[in-house]
């Protein structure tokens, strides 16, 4: 199983400069470039002077990108493998919960909760996907 991904604090805000991104995450500008060009999933917008607008997520996926390509000694080609097959994998972990049942209401209360749970990450799984996809 791969390591789990340790991604460091850093500040929050809605999009970061490739330059926050390369402090953010130890690499250099040109090193996220041309991870652009060979993982399309990494694909930061772009604003009106063509500068590149990065979100959380793409630091997520630059760091996934690092762990595989550095700590885990995989070539590009192996890692954009690895990467397709976590998010087939996210996709098939999606469950369904069936209804509850009348007469114990801590159970229902704590299924709800679940089914609550289960909606955020399909939601965020197919944000995910949507992204990656991009």
């Known amino acids: 199983m791969p390591n789990a991904l340790q991604i460091p604090e850093f500040p929050r805000k809605l999009y970061y400069k490739i330059n926050e991104v390369a402090a953010i995450t130890g690499l250099k500008p040109h090193v996220l470039r041309y991870w652009e060009t060979e993982f399309p999933a990494l694909n930061p917008e772009k604003d009106g002077n063509d ?29 954009r493998a690895q990467l397709k097959q976590s998010r087939q994998q996210a996709a098939s972990n999606v469950i369904d919960i069936e209804p509850p049942r009348e007469g114990n209401p801590e159970r229902s209360e704590r ?3 679940l089914r609550s749970r289960v909606r955020t990450l399909r939601r965020e799984l197919s944000d995910l996907n949507a992204f990656l996809q991009a």
């Open 51 to 79: 500068q590149r607008r990065y979100r959380e997520k793409d630091i997520e996926l630059v760091f996934q990108i690092k762990r595989l390509l550095h700590d885990e000694g995989y070539t590009i080609k192996g890692a």
């Open 111 to 113: 299924l709800n909760q």
